[in-house]
């Protein structure tokens, strides 16, 4: 750096000068890149805790399930394949396609869906708020008319006394 302050003939105050500035630049740098490391640093460790005890959850409801639930469930679904009707439906069902099977095996869950969209109509009507459909960009960008505001008291009519 010398020798380029030489060949540019600067004076020598102003190269320490810099030096100085550079090196503070540096350390202030340094510094905020080290806070920088340790805040990702202290997220990482926050995230794996919280990962590690979902983990520790998760497998604590298996093993629950295991003790407990496994002899009743079984006991449960060896009765229902002893009713003639769900032996014909298994039957019928293990002669078809493999689409074809997960699809009778799909429409129960199909034939939920209207009734969680019901539900879920009546808790946002519940909730207070207006259900609105929303154009292709899903933010309501081909509705025209403004959403309705409810409206309290009309206090703003009344001339102050």
């Known amino acids: 750096m010398n020798q380029m302050y030489d060949r540019l003939g600067l004076p020598e105050e ?6 100085q500035e550079v090196a503070q630049l540096g350390g202030v740098f340094i510094a ?3 806070q920088g490391i340790q805040a990702a640093l202290h997220l990482l ?4 805790r919280g990962l590690r005890h979902l983990a520790v959850g998760l497998l604590a409801l298996v093993i629950l399930f295991e003790e407990w639930g496994w002899d009743p469930l079984q006991r449960a679904l060896r009765w ?9 439906i298994e039957a019928a069902t293990a002669q078809l396609s493999p689409g074809a099977a997960l699809t009778v095996l799909l429409l129960p ?5 209207p009734v969680k969209g019901a539900r879920i109509l009546g808790l946002a009507y519940r909730a207070g708020g207006q259900v609105r459909s929303s ?4 933010a309501g960008c ?5 959403a309705a505001r409810p ?5 703003h009519d009344q001339a102050p006394r």
Not at 109 to 113: A, E, R
């Open 32 to 34: 905020m890149r080290s």
């Open 80 to 88: 229902l394949s002893r009713i003639p009707v769900m032996r014909q």
């Open 109 to 113: 869950t199909l034939g939920l869906l």
């Open 45 to 48: 460790r926050a995230v794996s």
């Open 14 to 19: 102003m190269n320490e000068r810099v030096s």
């Open 142 to 146: 081909g509705d025209s008319a403004p």
């Open 151 to 155: 409206t309290g008291p009309q206090q």
């Open 135 to 138: 154009g292709p960009c899903g």
